[in-house]
């Protein structure tokens, strides 16, 4: 799958993937993150402490050289 779909439809099973952060104070960006079982992103390598961007679609994670995601 190489196009963006609705954050709704993400897979909660932890797997890495990108997802488009809406964040009006920010501007919007792209990020890797994992969602859970509670349905919300978790992104990788960042803590928001305020005005917590909203994930609003996602994509699967390319693989990298070595053919891993």
Do not use: N, Y
């Amino acid at each position: 799958m190489s196009e963006w779909q609705p954050i709704e439809t993400a897979p909660k099973d932890g797997r890495p993937i990108l997802v488009w952060l809406e964040a009006p104070s920010l501007g919007s960006h792209i990020h890797s993150a994992r969602i859970g079982g509670k349905g919300r992103p978790s992104i990788i390598g960042h803590q928001f402490a305020f005005d917590c961007p909203k994930a609003t679609h996602w994509m699967e994670q390319p693989s990298g050289p070595d053919g891993k995601p």
